[in-house]
């Protein structure tokens, strides 16, 4: 290890994670050097070479070694790995730099009034409103800073933005609203909440500890995938959750996008800017989309952009890291979810020739660290809240904590819904902090006397 690690990122245009991972060392305080392979083949080349085959950006090299892209480069900063391999780990023992940290030297948890698990836009709002209500937010942006909107090219439909807005560009101008009223955004996973007691107990992934007074979770939801063979092993190297992030790595391929719903639709539009041709595959017959973005994706086919495949799913993926996506396996069936048939004789399945997979097929709520507390979820894992009429509509089955955005709206999931849950989980966060004795009864004892109520 050199005494000034020499660091290294790959990265290329409107890449939100490659944008996420130069943000992570601003934080810390560390220089890098950029190398933008939009347009320069020679060094695409080269960070494929270094990167052992891997196609997508950001990826990060620290003294020529390689960390990887966005998602092992934030779970060894999570561990505090990152850090170490910096030269900037805590004297104490400590994972990581000193600002924010607790119970890292013996000490106790620091306290916080109000936490929002979530950058979004729903965590985002809640904390703007929050901080103007003088709740001192602290925002924990998760393992997907920003959120869905930072995987979106163009927002055309939320008010005030006549012209359209990047997702990138809202999330970091939400951001920097939030913290000029005085809320803090730090990077952390939340891994456990205990709310057995007043104030609650809130583990990072990291091993820091928070106590606080009330909990917005606003965790959002990530990209779910399909788990078939050849997914795991060639995500990176032709498989992908986000065109926006990779489309372009993949020029002049013939590309398959997955999915039936508005995501799917506006990425089959996006990568025709890059592909030879692209093939959106649905299981069924009828699509979820939108009406303008199934106009939009009608005017591709005409051009012949774009071949819509009904009833048909993708049930293998072949090729390998060297080389890439190959091709796929696929099934067809008239009636739809061809899978669910296999012996039926309609149901044919057949090889078809690929360079790129891209996965839109919905998204699996992040509420794994209310497991194991009173928050009720349903069968998908969506947070349960009160609705209704009047105030506290995003309470939850726990008093102190409260839902918004797309981890409780499994239906709309639309930026301005989500900006709208974000404002009533912040309001009924400020009655509830105005009215509960927050440093007293357990959780258990305060929802028993309200259900009495």
């Known amino acids: 290890m050199t005494e000034h690690p020499h660091v290294e990122i790959y ?29 320069d ?28 892209g966005w998602d092992e480069t934030s779970a060894l900063d999570e561990t505090g790995e990152l850090d170490e391999k910096l030269g900037i ?23 916080r009034k109000l936490i929002v698990s979530g950058s979004g836009i729903a965590g985002l709002t809640a904390a703007i409103y929050a901080a103007r209500a003088n709740n001192d937010p602290l925002v924990l942006q998760g393992d997907e800073p920003g959120g869905q909107l930072t995987l979106t090219t163009e927002v055309e439909n939320y008010p005030g933005f006549p012209e359209g807005i990047s997702g990138p560009d809202l999330i970091n101008n ?30 990072l992934s990291n091993g820091k500890v928070f106590t ?35 489309g372009a790595f993949f020029r002049d391929e013939e590309m398959v996008v997955i999915g039936g719903g508005d995501a799917a639709f506006e990425e089959a539009t996006f990568l025709t800017k890059f592909a ?18 199934q106009d939009r994706v009608q005017e591709k086919v005409e051009d012949g952009d774009i071949e819509i495949m009904k009833n048909t799913e993708v049930t293998e993926i072949h090729g390998s890291p060297e080389g890439g996506v190959s091709h796929v396996k696929m099934v067809t069936h008239p009636e739809g979810r061809p899978t669910e048939k296999p012996d039926h004789p309609e149901t044919e399945a057949f090889d078809f020739d690929v360079g790129a997979v891209f996965l839109a097929i919905g998204h699996t709520p992040n509420t794994g660290y209310l497991e194991g507390t009173g928050v009720r979820l349903d069968e998908d894992g969506y947070i349960r809240t009160a609705g209704g009429k009047g105030g506290g ?54 929802s028993a006397a309200l259900s009495d109520d």
Not at 58 to 67: C, G, M
Not at 89 to 111: I, L
Not at 212 to 230: E, K, N
Not at 394 to 411: E, M
């Open 174 to 203: 939400m951001q920097e609203q939030a913290e000029r009223f005085g809320a803090d955004v730090e990077m952390g996973i939340i891994e456990d909440v205990d709310d057995t007691s007043r104030p609650f107990r809130v583990e």
């Open 41 to 68: 083949e020679e060094l695409f080349e080269e960070m494929v070479e270094r990167a052992n085959g891997r196609k997508t950006a950001p990826e990060v090299f620290i003294d020529d070694e390689l960390v990887g």
């Open 393 to 446: 509509q995003t309470k939850t089955d726990v008093p102190g904590i409260f839902g918004a955005g797309d981890v409780v709206d499994y239906h709309y999931q639309q930026a301005v819904t989500a900006a709208g849950m974000g404002c009533k989980a912040a309001i009924d966060a400020d009655e509830y902090l105005e009215t509960a004795e927050v440093g007293g009864a357990s959780a258990a004892q305060e």
């Open 11 to 39: 990265t290329k245009e409107d890449c939100p994670y490659c944008d996420k991972a130069k943000d992570l060392f601003d934080e810390k305080g560390v220089e890098y050097e950029t190398y933008n392979v939009t347009g």
């Open 89 to 111: 780990a805590r004297a104490d023992g400590g994972n990581g730099d000193a600002k924010g940290r607790s119970e890292g030297g013996g000490g106790d948890p620091e306290h």
């Open 276 to 293: 030879e041709k692209v093939y959106l595959v649905h299981r069924r017959e009828e699509f979820r989309a939108e009406d303008y973005w």
């Open 212 to 246: 606080t007074d009330a909990l917005i979770a606003a965790s959002g939801a990530s990209a779910r995938t399909l788990s078939i063979p050849g997914e795991d092993e060639l995500m990176g190297y032709g498989v992908s959750t986000c065109a926006t992030c990779d």
